[in-house]
């Protein structure tokens, strides 16, 4: 048509794009500075680590191998994410789900939690990526995972932590 000059306002677009990739290289700017400088957006949500979104601490439902099954329904219910990890030496030995608890419902309270956790369970390192854990949920079908380091469940991320942050 050649009504307007297109053509150099797509160079400039392209010049513009160009400097800033080298400008970014250069400076070494990485997922990580993104991340960093631009957290409320869809691209930092999406960079997020499983740290930044896992609950630590006291809010772990956490119980021993030889723990009552009447205690870890309490610490499931009270800890409010569905599930509790079993640790034993200090290592994540095994998970109770709902699932665990529907498949030992005769005599579920006379057993241990021992007797009804699924062994090695699925985990995560909390330096991963967040779109990993949400990926690795939907593959198991699951709503959490714990995250581990050298074996030890150090966070807990649950599918609903990653839907309010953006991640998924």
Known sequence: MGLAPTTSTTMTLALGDALAVALMEQR????ESYRDFHPGGALGARLSKVRDLMHEGDALPLVAPHTPMSDVLL???????GVAGVVEDGQLSGIITDGDLRRHMDGLLERSARDVMTPAPRAIAPGAMAEEAVAQMNAGKITCLFAVEDGAPVGLIHIHDCLRAGVA
Do not use: P
């Open 28 to 31: 070494q700017f990485s997922r």
């Open 75 to 81: 610490t499931i219910s009270q800890k409010g994410f």
